[in-house]
């Protein structure tokens, strides 16, 4: 499949869901008999779960590391993406001699469920009426995320993961595995997170879905039946979130005010500045690889995500008695998601005297740091692991038999 051709033959959204969701890659099937229980009440089956694996597992099928995606990021997290043709969004860190290397771990990357990617979600097709859910598909929460990752850590055999390790959503992920299964953790890495969402991050989020609300192609997330396509409101959606990712320091050294293509103002409503061009590019390309109804899903999963509530209002709670051991990362110039939110996770785990290590990152890069080019959490990274692997006793190289 190559991806210029792919999309240049694209011409709707419904041939966009339908491609995304026979994209390479491998498939985990929740069967009907055996369904997903989600917190909502309800269960979900059949659904799908769509993933990657990099490296090789070792014959003691110790040396697995579950790497958890953002909200926008999916399965694709060292290898070209199929729709796009861009690298995986973690290239930089997932590889031969790189911070999570494939030489020594076996790395797991699963598309959440709720997404579009592959995984079952609200472009799927509803068993009960034979349509695309839209709507009725049940709201979903990070816990139901990581009770699906745990079918497929079970299909994969693997009784304990050597890591969880994510950043942002990819952080709440992380965190709710150590848990939520801490017998079956032993290292968590949340980076770039925190233990809940909070206010200005919610209303970040209820900003970009009543963009995609008020697009009239929405149609009440029927949009897929009826043949329309909200693109002009998701657009919206990325463009606002996308501020939320980067620094003003980031932006500055990067746009400034300079003006896009013209020596001048012009005094109208075109993208006069190259920030704006920036933007609308962000949200013109985000739509094609991805659906409006499943930004308004996962974006609700990380609105409900508390630990703590989970918990009788006390974080601590979360952790008591963890064997896991924890590396929390956060970066000084990120706003949506800053250093004082892992300090309370920190602080948490001192209250009942887990192993934890805390390193705050200077970048002036923003939330998106992570997913960046930045070589000391590089460093950090890969020598929290290294430790961890040294503790556990795991070979420097993998032996013994694959999957």
């Known amino acids: 499949m190559t991806t210029a051709t792919t999309l240049s033959t694209i011409s709707s959204v419904q041939e966009l869901a339908a491609l995304r969701h026979r994209l390479p890659g491998r498939r985990l099937t929740i069967p009907a008999d055996e369904p997903l229980p989600l917190d909502r009440g309800v269960s979900l089956g059949p659904a799908t779960v769509a993933y990657t694996t990099y490296g090789t597992l070792n014959a003691k099928r110790s040396n697995a590391i579950l790497v958890c995606h953002a909200l926008t990021g999916d399965h694709y997290a060292a290898e070209p993406h199929p729709i796009t043709g ?8 997932i590889g031969k001699g790189l911070p999570i290397d494939i030489d020594r771990f076996f790395v797991i990357c699963a598309n959440v469920i709720g997404g579009c990617m592959g995984s079952t979600g609200p472009s799927d097709i509803n068993p009960a009426t034979g349509k695309p859910y839209g709507l009725d598909f049940p709201v979903i929460t990070i816990a139901d995320m990581v009770r699906a990752q745990v079918r497929l850590i079970d299909h994969l055999g693997i009784d304990k993961l050597f890591a969880v390790i994510g950043g942002s959503m990819g952080a709440m992920q992380a965190l709710q595995w150590a848990a939520d299964y801490p017998e079956r953790v032993f290292a968590s890495v949340p980076i770039a997170g925190a233990a809940h969402h909070t206010a200005q991050n919610i209303a970040f989020h209820e900003v970009g879905r009543q963009a995609i609300m008020a697009d009239p192609e929405w149609r009440g997330g029927r949009y897929l039946e009826e043949g ?18 980067l620094s003003e320091p980031a932006l500055h050294r990067k746009f400034g005010r300079n003006l896009q293509d013209r020596s001048g103002v012009s005094f109208g409503f075109d993208a006069d500045f190259q920030v704006e061009s920036y933007l609308r590019h962000q949200g013109s390309s985000f739509v094609d690889r991805f659906d409006a109804n499943a930004y308004l899903y996962i974006t609700r999963a990380m609105d409900y995500f508390d630990l ?8 601590a709670n979360a952790f008591q008695d963890t064997p896991v051991r924890f590396c929390l990362i956060s970066f000084t110039s990120d706003w949506l998601f800053p250093t004082t939110e892992s300090r309370k996770i920190v602080h948490a785990l001192n ?3 887990a192993n ?48």
Do not use: I
Not at 228 to 245: E, I, K, N, Q
Not at 308 to 315: D, R
Not at 374 to 395: M, Q, S
């Open 86 to 93: 861009k690298p995986g969004w973690w290239e930089q860190v």
């Open 228 to 245: 329309t396509d909200p693109r002009r409101g998701l657009s919206v959606a990325r463009m606002t979130a996308h501020v939320t990712y």
């Open 308 to 315: 703590a509530a989970e918990h009788g209002g006390v974080l």
């Open 351 to 353: 209250a009942v005297a």
């Open 356 to 403: 934890v290590s805390f390193v705050e990152v200077e970048s002036d890069k923003g939330h998106d740091s992570f997913l960046l080019d930045e070589p000391e959490f590089f460093r950090v990274l890969d020598g929290f692991l290294k430790g961890c692997a040294e503790h556990a006793k795991l070979p420097v190289s993998v032996t013994g038999s694959g999957t």
